[in-house]
T-cell receptor
Framework: GQQLNQSPQSMFIQEGEDVSMNCTSS?????WLWYKQDPGEGPVLLIA?????ELTSNGRLTAQFGITRKDSFLNISASIPSDVGIYFC????????????FGQGTTLQVKP | ETGVTQTPRHLVMGMTNKKSLKCEQH?????MYWYKQSAKKPLELMFV???????ENNSVPSRFSPECPNSSHLFLHLHTLQPEDSALYLC????????????FGSGTRLTVV
């Protein structure tokens, strides 16, 4: 079945640093989504990408839909302590309308 | 209320207890999901309901029993659980045939003692 490989698994950075994480798949996806989960809460949608090559920003967050449709990355610029949490990528393929495949998550810790 | 609401937020239960988790969505979505999230593990899809019919059951033990009485409500009935079932249980909803992703609830933190 479809799987997503998300990396890195965890990151520990200094406040103010930029962060980059990515997801790759062996299958093509039609939609890529990035979620953030704060401690003790459910994941919240950050950015949705619908076209290959699409680059979308949401404040200090920027995500891209890879041109091959098999990967996506998320960048966070000038990190702040409230960026702490788990970031999940999710892909939606053409064969499973509506069903999302999730990555394993990237745990981000920010040192003030 | 808007979005996806899960109750209770926290639950401690003994292995012989019977309890239920509740999820309610006010988004007009037609699909609902139960996920299990254990520490240091990825999200595990448990059940999928589409138009109130169960369309997916990912080899979940029978001590977990879902119920979807209507498109806005989803329950997870729990009985004779094991300590390893302790986890965050997340409910989500979506609009099938659309590609806007899932909306998650805040989860129920379950501890089995």
């Amino acid at each position: 079945g479809q799987q997503l490989n998300q990396s890195p698994q965890s990151m520990f950075i200094q406040e103010g640093e930029d962060v980059s994480m990515n997801c790759t798949s062996s299958s093509i996806f039609n939609t890529w989504l990035w979620y953030k989960q704060d401690p003790g809460e459910g994941p919240v949608l950050l950015i949705a990408l619908y076209k290959a090559g699409e680059l979308t920003s949401n404040g200090r967050l920027t995500a891209q839909f890879g041109i091959t449709r098999k990967d996506s990355f998320l960048n966070i610029s000038a990190s702040i302590p409230s960026d702490v949490g788990i970031y999940f990528c999710a892909g939606q393929g053409s064969s499973n309308t509506g069903k999302l495949i999730f990555g394993q998550g990237t745990t981000l810790q920010v040192k003030p | 209320e808007t979005g996806v609401t899960q109750t209770p937020r926290h639950l401690v239960m003994g292995m012989t207890n019977k309890k239920s988790l509740k999820c309610e969505q006010h988004l007009g979505h037609n699909a609902m999901y139960w996920y299990k999230q254990s520490a240091k593990k990825p999200l595990e899809l448990m059940f999928v309901y589409s138009l109130e019919e169960r369309v997916e059951n990912n080899s979940v033990p029978s001590r977990f029993s879902p119920e979807c009485p209507n498109s806005s409500h989803l329950f997870l009935h729990l009985h004779t659980l094991q300590p390893e079932d302790s986890a965050l249980y997340l409910c989500a909803s979506s609009q099938e045939q659309a590609n806007y992703g899932y909306t998650f609830g805040s989860g129920t933190r379950l501890t089995v003692v």
